[in-house]
């Protein structure tokens, strides 16, 4: 069965850092292209960052650009987003997501975690 | 603002159908990418609900159904139910972002 489950969100003043973690179950994340989508409260969805299968790009949106880093640790089949400078507009549930290219580009978020929150204040 | 844009709710009587666009431009839906589907129920993450712009994932009713034409693209939903009160959101990819992108949600309202 496959299940993500995040973990490493909480509150953090501006200006401060934060590892979000995601741990994978019953896939490899190495075989997948895997996602953070975030969601402000109240608010719409919005992709964050991807890092591909295989070689691992890694591409991110201008809103965390410089600022976020995403990567994966093969063994323990975890994916990570390390967030610095972190803003009050970055206050949000963090959500890791798998994609699945079954068809024409771009891969399908077919499964998802429970997401994270994330709050910055001070 | 959302580079996918849909209308911010949309309303409808039990059994009835109603439809929720997606509307894009040449750098995303009109390129030719797919377009995906998912469904938020209050107070949990989305899932999916229609992938590669017009098909159900195993367990989704086939009252759901999506379509794409040009730089837009449509969900259906027939037979309303009231457990079909949710946030649906529309997505793709743009080329000229380099990433994915979101329709900025439609909260359905079952009357």
């Known amino acids: 069965e496959v299940q993500l489950v995040e973990s490493g969100g909480g509150l953090v003043q501006p200006g401060g850092s934060l590892r979000l973690s995601c741990a994978a179950s019953?896939?490899?994340?190495?075989?997948?292209?895997m996602s953070w989508v975030r969601q402000a409260p109240g608010k719409g969805l919005e992709w964050v960052s991807v890092?591909?299968?295989?070689?691992?790009?890694?591409y991110y949106a201008d809103s965390v650009k410089g600022r976020f880093t995403i990567s994966r640790h093969n063994s323990k089949n975890t994916l990570y987003l390390q967030m610095n400078s972190l803003r009050a507009e970055d206050t949000a549930v963090y959500y890791c997501?798998?994609?699945?290219?079954?068809?024409?580009?771009?891969?399908?978020?077919?499964?998802w975690g429970q997401g994270t929150l994330v709050t910055v204040s001070s | 603002q959302s580079v996918l844009t849909q209308p911010p709710s949309v309303s409808g009587a039990p059994g009835q159908r109603v439809t929720i666009s997606c509307t894009g431009s040449?750098?995303?839906?009109?390129?030719?990418?797919?377009v995906h589907w998912y469904q938020q129920l209050p107070g949990t993450a989305p899932k999916l609900l229609i992938y590669?712009?017009?098909n159900r994932p195993s367990g989704v009713p086939d009252r759901f159904s999506g379509s794409k034409s040009g730089t837009s693209a449509s969900l259906a939903i027939t037979g309303l139910q009231a457990e079909d009160e949710a946030d649906y959101y529309c997505?793709?990819?743009?080329?000229?972002?380099?990433?994915?992108?979101f329709g900025g949600g439609t909260k359905l309202t079952v009357l």
């Open positions: 997501a798998r994609g699945d290219l079954t068809g024409e580009w771009p891969p399908t978020f077919d499964y």
């Open positions: 019953g896939f490899t994340v190495t075989n997948n292209y």
């Open positions: 890092i591909y299968s295989g070689g691992g790009n890694t």
């Open positions: 040449s750098s995303n839906i009109g390129a030719g990418y797919d």
């Open positions: 590669g712009n017009n």
């Open positions: 997505q793709s990819y743009d080329s000229s972002l380099s990433g994915w992108v």
